[in-house]
T-cell receptor, first 113, second 113 residues
Framework: DQQVKQNSPSLSVQEGRISILNCDYT??????FLWYKKYPAEGPTFLIS?????DKNEDGRFTVFLNKSAKHLSLHIVPSQPGDSAVYFC????????????FGKGTRLHILP | DAMVIQNPRYQVTQFGKPVTLSCSQT?????MYWYQQKSSQAPKLLFH???????NEADTPDNFQSRRPNTSFCFLDIRSPGLGDAAMYLC????????????FGPGTRLTVL
C-alpha cells in the first residue's frame, strides 16, 4: 500500500518551460516532505523540502507547493534546463516521530532541446 | 570531500550464496540506512541504525541482516539470496531525525544468477 504516490512515471518538457512534478500522499500524519533528484549511476541527492506548516518553499528555480487538504504536493522547476533531466523522488515523513522517510516511485523528467 | 561510499558498485552472486555489501561514510553521521530499490519502484527502507541502535522494518525478510561495527561502516548481509533479491541497494546517512536530509551513496547493483 503506497503512502506516497507519483502517478506520472515520466514527463517531457521543453527547455526554458516550466516543469511540474506531482505527488500525492495518503498518511495524514506526514508533516515533512522532501524532493530528491537522481542521475543515472548516482545516489539520490536532496533537492528541496517543505514543512506542513507552510504551503510554499522556494529555492532558486525550484519551488515546492503543499496542499494539505488535498494531500498533494508539487515541484515546479522554472525555467527548465538540460541538467534537470533526472528522476525525481517525492518523499514524506512523520518527522516529529521518526527518523524514516517514505519514497514515491519517482518521475523521470526529460528536458527537450 | 565528505561522502558516502558503497562497495562494490556491482555484485554478482549465485542463488543461495551469501553476499555482503559494504557502506562507509566520512560525514560522521549518527544514522545509517539501507534501502532496496527494484526497477521503477520506490526505494524501500530495510533497516536503519541510530548509532548502535538497530531498527528493523517489520516487512524486511529475515534473510537480510545488518552490522554496524563503528560509526563509519555499515554492512548488509544477504544470507541466502534469491532471484527476487536482485536490486539496487542504497546506503544513506543522516544526522538523525526525518527533518534532516539523507545523504546517499551511489548504490550497489546486485545480480543473482
Amino acid at each position: 500500500d503506497q503512502q506516497v504516490k507519483q502517478n506520472s512515471p515520466s514527463l517531457s518538457v521543453q527547455e526554458g518551460r516550466i516543469s511540474i512534478l506531482n505527488c500525492d500522499y495518503t498518511n495524514s500524519m506526514f508533516d515533512y516532505f522532501l524532493w530528491y533528484k537522481k542521475y543515472p549511476a548516482e545516489g539520490p541527492t536532496f533537492l528541496i523540502s517543505i514543512s506542513s506548516i507552510k504551503d510554499k518553499n522556494e529555492d532558486g528555480r525550484f519551488t515546492v507547493f503543499l496542499n494539505k487538504s488535498a494531500k498533494h504536493l508539487s515541484l515546479h522547476i522554472v525555467p527548465s534546463q538540460p541538467g534537470d533531466s533526472a528522476v525525481y523522488f517525492c518523499a514524506a515523513s512523520e518527522g516529529n516521530r521518526d527518523d524514516k522517510i517514505i519514497f514515491g516511485k519517482g518521475t523521470r523528467l526529460h528536458i527537450l532541446p | 570531500d565528505a561522502m558516502v561510499i558503497q562497495n562494490p558498485r556491482y555484485q554478482v552472486t549465485q542463488f543461495g550464496k551469501p553476499v555482503t555489501l559494504s557502506c562507509s561514510q566520512t560525514l560522521n553521521h549518527n544514522v545509517m540506512y539501507w534501502y532496496q530499490q527494484k526497477s521503477s519502484q520506490a526505494p524501500k527502507l530495510l533497516f536503519h541504525y541510530y548509532d548502535k541502535d538497530f531498527n528493523n522494518e517489520a516487512d524486511t525478510p529475515d534473510n537480510f541482516q545488518s552490522r554496524r561495527p563503528n560509526t563509519s561502516f555499515c554492512f548488509l548481509d544477504i544470507r541466502s539470496p534469491g532471484l527476487g533479491d536482485a536490486a539496487m541497494y542504497l546506503c544513506a546517512t543522516s544526522t538523525g531525525g526525518a527533518y534532516n536530509e539523507q545523504f546517499f551513496g551511489p548504490g550497489t547493483r546486485l545480480t543473482v544468477l
